[in-house]
């Protein structure tokens, strides 16, 4: 269980985040990863919600606790409906198959 410096329960807080967002991406303001998936969700007009990483006091801490819960230390981290579909690679190979809306559908 990670907590923060001011005992902020990290888990807790990533699994509020990823439950009560449809789409949830963990991302870095500057990776061109990160600026792509988000592009293509804001093309699709699919809402997402974000923390950056890269400007979030715990953002170390949720991006250790994301790869411990995940396998994947790499930005952008996304999860639709409560699952972890990967990164911007991942989320570019499911819209091109036609999947992404089936996953958002469910």
Known sequence: MASGSQGINISE??????NNNKVMVFSKSYCPYCLNAKDLLDELNIPFRTIELDQDPLGYLIQDTLSKMTGQWTVPNIFINGRSIGGCDDLNILHTKGQLEEILAE
Do not use: E, P, T, Y
């Open 13 to 18: 807080m990533i699994d509020n985040l990823i």
